[in-house]
């Protein structure tokens, strides 16, 4: 569904002989047009010998993957992968202090158990985030490549 704009850098080692072979892989991830922060880019190979990658987006929603075994930001081996994306704004505990009368209360117990056994809210929705429904897909080529992934609130999954 989405394809590489242009290819960057060449190809790099992991500092040692032992690990793989890498090519840079950057991108950027928007929602509805607006960059997305703080999210999880993960590239899982189709094949099953392939070498997975993943990567954390900025505040202007770039980023850059580090594929298992290699120097981080270093990017992933050439092949084609099924891609997600997954967001979770995890609610925050109570900010209860001394002065505060709940401090040290059961209700201020109460509140941090509440908001630790809360279940996460997707900034991004699920679907991006399952290999069987995002319906997001890369190529890599031997000199890396850079992606856009333009997410959509209303998607629901292929």
Avoid: H, W
């Amino acid at each position: 569904m989405f394809f590489a704009a242009l290819a960057v850098t060449a190809i790099v080692g992991c500092g040692g002989s032992s690990g793989p072979a890498v090519s840079a892989v950057k991108g950027v991830v928007t929602l509805d047009g607006s960059p997305v922060a703080d999210a999880l880019v993960a590239f899982t190979p189709n094949d099953p010998s392939g070498i997975s990658a993943v990567g954390k987006t900025g505040a202007d929603g770039s980023f850059t993957l580090s594929a298992t075994g290699a120097k981080p930001g270093a990017g992933t081996a050439p092949g084609s992968y099924v891609v997600t994306v997954e967001k979770k704004v995890f609610p925050k505990p109570p900010n209860i202090t001394e002065d505060d009368p709940r401090y040290g209360t059961p209700e201020q117990e109460k509140l941090e158990r509440e908001a630790a056994e809360a279940e996460p809210e997707y900034a991004v929705p699920q679907a991006y985030g399952d290999q069987k429904t995002s319906g997001l897909t890369a190529s890599v080529e031997s000199g890396g490549g850079e992606f856009t992934f333009a997410l959509e609130s209303s998607f629901e999954g292929k």
